[in-house]
């Protein structure tokens, strides 16, 4: 329900921004929140209740947290007249995406206190924390703070942990990348102290000056995300950025980026007016503007996003409802200048290299394959044991993937063999991986944390792609690289709508089913089965493999040749 609010002539002497006229609730409850305060911390205190209030469970998640329960045991609670068993993800904000050894161990940790004995590395380079209970949340909150880390805005209506690519074989221009994306996360995290009063137990003082300079009260209308890729990898999926930069480097290293708009996942099941979109690019700048950029985006989407429709609130429906012209000439009124046009590049993947590699350096880096990115001890894989002991030798980083996976960074020539011998020790070879689709897939996390699945995605890729690599086998195609993406639910956490191969949950063991993405996520699929259950998946992509297979020109991705051919048009 949309509400009118009286504009505060205080608070506008403070903010830039100032929400006025027609807003949704949730934009209320940020404008009533005191600056992202709301009543969390007496809510910390609640000991009857696992659970803090509604409205605090939205505003946390700026504080990088969401409120969420096990739905494994959620029936059999209520059978019982039990409230749910209230748990908090905690996600952690890690500008530039690589931590050190010291940090990792810290995380370890924290993670066998309080988060489930599980570390899980994300889609944007990050980690989070499951099944941490309330009366654990500052605990860890605290314990990420000795390791000089924190989870401001690592969820909510404000710019995103900003991505970079990962693979540091060119280690200047990497380096030098992963730094300007680290200091546009920096710059626009939320300036309000609430963070440092409810964590770690500042007191409140009173400030004269703006509070939210650049957010203003109601902060943006909704999450928004930036990425920095460097061609020829796409591996942070760049078009699905709500602001994208492309690197363009020369003989004497970086110049600037080519600029892409409007990009984003998320769907509303059952709402066709939302979509999924990628993004334009609209032109290039020099490095030197990237932040004044990121800015200059950013200020249009929070002056003129929607904030009285929720589900239109993402910066790619303000770029369609505005056109794209009206947004590249209102990026060059804000700049001072208009934009140069942009210059070529040329994406070949968006995977990660598994493996060892040599860098510029003589470095040694080692991109792991972990399979939807859980760091946990399962069964043969002792990822939680074994990270923990490669920490305790590894004088480099650890660097964290948009593909969920990590690579030991820098590692001396010296250090290697003893790094191989814990990675034997622990089962986590190279030999785990049985095709390259396993090394091109990535499942959401799902069931049972996440509040909005509609069906498993983490817990069933698995087996499905081990049912899809019979099929593969079958007709010689298990070393041949193919995109596959699940989601639990049509948001698309997984980036699965430019996958060649993408299953949407729609219901227990029910998917949306999607072929046709590029291979370097240069085009969205489409859907060619609706609500359906394994049996018809695996028979189409029986008949789909089997006529790639014979009919496919050398060296056509899937994705291409169901373009190509139509065959999921035919076979619908
Ligand atoms: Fe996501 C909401 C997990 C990347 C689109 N996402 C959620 C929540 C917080 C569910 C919720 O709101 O209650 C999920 C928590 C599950 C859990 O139990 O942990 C969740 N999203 C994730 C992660 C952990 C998936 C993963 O398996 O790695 C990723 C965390 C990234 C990070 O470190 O910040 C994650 N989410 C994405 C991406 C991919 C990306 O950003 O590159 C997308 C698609 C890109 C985009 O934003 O358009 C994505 N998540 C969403 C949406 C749909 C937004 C929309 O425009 O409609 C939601 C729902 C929402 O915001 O209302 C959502
Ligand atoms: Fe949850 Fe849906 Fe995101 Fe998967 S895609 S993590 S089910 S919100």
Redesign the pocket.
Known sequence: MATTLAPDPADRTKDVSQPLGELSADETLKWNSDYLRGTIDLGLLDRISGSVALDDTRLLKVHGM?Q?DDRDVRDERRRQKLEPDYRF?I?VRLPGGSCTPEQWLKLDRLARQHGGDSI???????F?F?WVVKGEVRAMIQGLHEALLDTVA??GDVN??V?SSSDPDDSALHAEIAAISAGISDEFIPKTRAYHEIWYGDQKVAQSEPIEPFYGRTYLP??F?IGFVVPPSNDI?VY??DLGFIAIAGPSGLEGFNVTVG??????DNDPT?Y?RLGDVIGYVPKSEASATAEAVMGIQRDYGNRVERNHA?FKYTVDSKGLDWIKREVETRLGHRLEPARPFHFISNGDRIGWRQADTRLFNCTLFIP??RVTNSGTQQWLDGMRAIARVHRGRFRFT?N?NMIIADVAPEDRPEIERLLDAHGLGEDHVKSAIRLNS?????LP????AMAEA?RYLPDLLTKIEAILDQHGLLREPITIRISGCP?????PYVAEIALTGRAPGKYNFYLGGGFHGERLNHMVLENVGEPAILALLGKLIARYAAERIEGERLGNFVTRTGFSLAAS
């Open positions: 969401y969420q993800m996600r899980r590395i994300t889609t944007r380079q990050t989070q499951h690592a969820c995103r942990g991505m909704r999450k995300k999926d699905t950025q990009g984003g996942m998320g769907r509303t939302t999924p993402r939807s990115g948009p969920q990535i499942a959401c996390v799902a944390t996440c509040g909005l983490e948001n698309g956490c997984s980036r």
